[in-house]
């Protein structure tokens, strides 16, 4: 299985890259992750916020592979702790399929991309900054793989 970690956002500060470049080096043999940033829709003074979230949603979906295991990260989704994360990255492996990750714009997941979801993970009540978003799934995978090697990187 491979993942893909679709975001809306281009241009990570340079610690959020290489946090994230570090934490995917060490899944490269659990998991193989790519980011895939999606340019924002065009927003401000005289624009509809409503066509920006469709139009990244549009985009979102079209980076997606065939038929892989798509799951949004959404504040109104399913929370999970590491061990219950370490479960659903088994569960997720027992599909045979890759996986999709989609982290959403500024106004969350176009319609559409909610739809062609099959799950949601929340990543908790805090509101996180989108580029942070993609560190934090990139260490919890990380942490979520080793836990399934028996490897001593998690310690609860």
């Known amino acids: 299985m491979k993942a893909k970690l679709v975001a809306v956002g281009e241009g990570a ?3 959020v890259a290489e946090g994230f470049a570090e934490y995917r080096k060490r899944l490269s043999h659990w998991l193989p992750l790519e980011l895939i940033e999606i340019a924002p829709g065009l927003r401000g003074k005289g624009r509809d916020a ?3 979230t469709s139009d990244e949603g ?3 979906l079209a980076a997606v592979p065939k038929q892989a295991h798509i799951v949004t990260l959404d504040g109104r989704g399913r ?3 590491s061990e219950q994360l370490a479960q ?5 492996r027992g599909l045979g399929r890759d996986l999709a990750l989609l982290v959403g714009g500024p106004e969350g997941h176009a319609e559409a991309v909610s739809a062609a ?3 949601s993970w929340s990543l908790g ?3 996180l900054p989108h580029m942070l978003v993609r560190l934090v799934v990139a260490e919890q ?3 979520a793989a080793s836990m399934l090697a028996n490897h001593p990187y998690h310690r609860a």
């Open 13 to 15: 500060p340079a610690w």
């Open 50 to 52: 409503a066509r920006a």
């Open 58 to 60: 549009a985009r979102v």
């Open 79 to 81: 929370p999970h702790s």
């Open 88 to 92: 659903r990255l088994e569960h997720w």
């Open 117 to 119: 979801a099959s799950e």
């Open 125 to 127: 009540p805090l509101t």
């Open 141 to 143: 995978l990380y942490r």
